[in-house]
């Protein structure tokens, strides 16, 4: 007798798995494999979780929140749109231990702490908005004040010999065009792209009076920008001003200073500017003297914040100059925007 109960306890505990030593994870159904991974996604998740947790992958060693401030996010982070960030984050604050537990079942009560707002590039964006920046880069705002961007263009590292990017008008991406034979020349609508307007290789064009450009490849749309005036050092007592009607920038030692005079111009930094006149103020600004009556200038940053590709870095500064310089693997040629020139 006491054989045959030794063989039925054995027996039990074989048929009921490891469940008896606390462990609830398992599948329920013993064909689950058949059902193949598809039966663990959307929208036959639930089913998965109940009957095959463990083939599903559902089945945690430790269930615990991976964030310490879960509780701040309230119970709406727990739910639909962001259950699958929950139950990666926070799935004991949202009761997501165990298979068949809702958020509902454990959640906290206390009403939802917004904690929403994605920082980017000094502005503020909502949990869930989009937003683009410039032609470069798609962003979303992701709970956590985390935001994620991809590269609104394809990018493509070493493309083949036969293969040239071409410039769209009217499109923010270039398009990779290629040949069926590499000895055979590309015949399409190919060259440079400046301000809408399209030249050809080797085709030169002036923007202002002192800046010159060239196409230097017609089927990348690659073209080349230089300032022709020349640098100007200022002497002692004197500034570097561009004065209006001129063309390029001189040193002017006239200037009024501010607590000697009452004459009309724009004041800045002790200094009277006639109506027109362009300066610096170091490597940060570019100044101009709009209205000399009532002292109104306008003031931009004197380098752009350039938006690369993330094949392209930028270098430091050359000696002598104000802003960064992009570098970009040959396969992927950068111009700057119309009518920036590299100060």
Request: net charge neutral; with cysteine; proline share 7%.
């Amino acid at each position: 007798m006491d054989s045959l109960l030794f063989c039925m306890i054995l027996t039990l505990v074989t048929l009921t798995g490891s469940k008896g030593q606390g462990d609830t994870c398992s599948d329920v159904l013993p064909d689950c494999h058949e059902y193949t991974k598809s039966a663990c996604q959307a929208p036959y998740e639930s089913w998965g979780r109940k009957n095959c947790a463990r083939f599903c992958g559902f089945c945690t060693p430790a269930c615990a929140d991976q964030l310490s401030d879960c509780k701040d996010y309230g119970q709406s982070s727990c739910v639909a749109p962001y259950e699958s960030w929950a139950r990666q984050n926070c799935a004991k604050t949202c009761g997501y231990c165990g298979a068949n537990v809702s958020p509902s079942a454990t959640s906290p009560t206390t009403q939802a702490v917004a904690k929403t707002d994605c920082l980017y590039r000094g502005k503020s964006y909502q949990l869930g908005e989009e937003w683009n920046d410039g032609c470069q880069y798609n962003c979303t705002c992701e709970a956590g004040r985390a935001y994620r961007c991809k590269t609104t263009c394809p990018t493509f590292i070493n493309p083949p010999l036969n293969c040239h990017y071409q410039a769209i008008d009217g499109q923010c991406c270039r398009k990779l065009v290629c040949s069926g034979n590499p000895n055979t020349p590309v015949i399409g609508d190919t060259g440079c792209l400046y301000n809408k307007r399209k030249y050809v290789q080797g085709d030169t064009w002036t923007d202002g009076c002192s800046v010159n450009c060239t196409c230097v490849d017609g089927r990348s749309g690659q073209y080349k920008c230089v300032n022709t005036c020349p640098d100007v050092k200022p002497a002692d007592g004197c500034v570097i001003v561009k004065r209006n009607g001129s063309c390029c920038p001189e040193s002017v030692c006239n200037l009024h200073k501010a607590s000697e005079t009452n004459v009309a111009g724009c004041r800045y930094n002790g200094l009277v500017y006639e109506e027109g006149d362009e300066w610096h103020d170091g490597c940060s600004l570019t100044i101009n003297c709009k209205d000399a009556a009532t002292g109104y200038y306008t003031s931009q940053p004197r380098c752009l914040d350039l938006l690369l590709p993330k094949i392209c870095h930028l270098d430091p500064a050359p000696a002598g100059k104000c802003c960064q310089v992009p570098n970009c693997p040959a396969s992927y040629p950068y111009n700057y925007p119309p009518g920036y020139i590299l100060e």
